[in-house]
């Protein structure tokens, strides 16, 4: 079993910035291959970045591209999300995910482990 906790969520105004946090505990933690993905108000959860076990290697959505840094600390069992030049459009919960796999992955069957969410409101 792997917990995982989020943290960093808040209310912003566009053009601003967050850093989402997503400490891990249970098995070890670089052993999984970890996402972030939102959810908003009436809308399907939708993939947001993803990267490997060593932090080599990641993935965005289109719609955060150049926006968002995904980026893991191993030694902390903490996975972040960077998030800057923020839009209305970014309002969200934001969940962090642990996957078992050995690639990054944008698919939500993929991840075996969830977050309880944290919610991220950005103003206009």
């Known amino acids: 079993q792997v917990q995982l906790v989020e943290s960093g969520g808040g209310l912003v105004q566009a053009g601003g910035s967050l850093r989402l946090s997503c400490a891990a505990s249970?098995?070890?933690?670089?052993?999984?291959?970890m996402g972030w993905f939102r959810q908003a108000p009436g809308k399907e959860r939708e993939f947001v970045a993803t990267i490997n076990w060593s932090g080599r290697s990641t993935y965005y959505a289109d719609s955060v591209k150049g926006r968002f840094s995904i980026s893991r600390d191993n030694a902390k069992n903490t996975v972040y999300l960077q998030m800057n030049s923020l839009k209305p459009e970014d309002t969200a919960v934001y969940y962090c995910?642990?996957?078992?796999?050995?690639?990054?992955?944008?698919?939500?069957?993929?991840?075996?482990?969830w977050g309880q969410g944290t919610q991220v409101t950005v103003s206009s």
């Open positions: 995910a642990a996957g078992s796999g050995r690639y990054i992955t944008i698919r939500i069957m993929d991840y075996d482990y």
């Open positions: 249970g098995r070890t933690f670089s052993n999984y291959v």
